[in-house]
């Protein structure tokens, strides 16, 4: 079993910056598939980012160029770097993990057996 907890959501004014962090805690010894996932106010979820164990990453096309995906398993925590924030990356931003690679289970969310509770990021125009 795999615990995530997220922290770092908060309300920023467009152009601004957050850091988002994912801290795991149970089996952290197995190898993951890492990712970053977002629902916006009534929206579907949709995959932002995805990291391999050997630290590949992939991106939604929106995000590309403005957010970067990077993890410290020293510490067992993933981290989503959100620059040049827009009104429209307003949403709950959850991380996910699951032992299948990042090719496999790519950006769909019934692929991923471990969430955490989500943070929310509110951006403001």
């Known amino acids: 079993q795999l615990q995530l907890v997220e922290s770092g959501g908060g309300s920023v004014q467009g152009g601004g910056s957050l850091r988002l962090s994912c801290a795991a805690s149970?089996?952290?010894?197995?190898?993951?598939?890492m990712a970053w996932f977002r629902q916006a106010p009534g929206q579907e979820r949709e995959g932002v980012a995805t990291?391999?164990?050997?630290?590949?990453?992939t991106y939604t096309d929106p995000v590309k160029g403005r957010f970067t995906i990077s993890k410290d398993n020293a510490k067992n925590t993933l981290y989503l770097q959100m620059d040049s924030l827009k009104p429209e990356d307003t949403a709950i931003y959850s991380c996910?993990?699951?032992?299948?690679?990042?090719?496999?289970?790519?950006?769909?969310?019934?692929?991923?057996?471990?969430w955490g509770q989500g943070t929310q990021v509110t951006v403001s125009s």
């Open positions: 996910a993990a699951d032992l299948l690679p990042c090719v496999v289970t790519g950006f769909r969310t019934s692929a991923y057996d471990y």
């Open positions: 149970g089996d952290t010894h197995l190898s993951y598939c």
């Open positions: 990291i391999e164990t050997d630290g590949r990453t």
